[in-house]
């Protein structure tokens, strides 16, 4: 469950920067938004693996 924890956080970490470019604009927020969506892609990919590792074991 620890990953599911991290899935959260990462999620959660991202909300100001979510406000501060769809709200207001802020374009440096666009990026920092755009960092964090393809951490948690990389890190949704590291859950399949092991979920289908521990499947098949």
Do not use: P
């Not at 599911?4 to 970490?13: E, T």
């Amino acid at each position: 469950m620890s990953q599911f924890s991290k899935v959260q956080d990462l999620v959660n970490s991202l909300e100001g920067d979510f406000e501060k470019f769809y709200d207001k604009g802020n374009q440096a927020a666009g990026t920092r938004v755009r960092k964090g969506m393809q951490d948690l892609k990389n890190l949704a990919q590291e859950i399949r693996i092991d979920v289908q590792n521990i499947k098949n074991s």
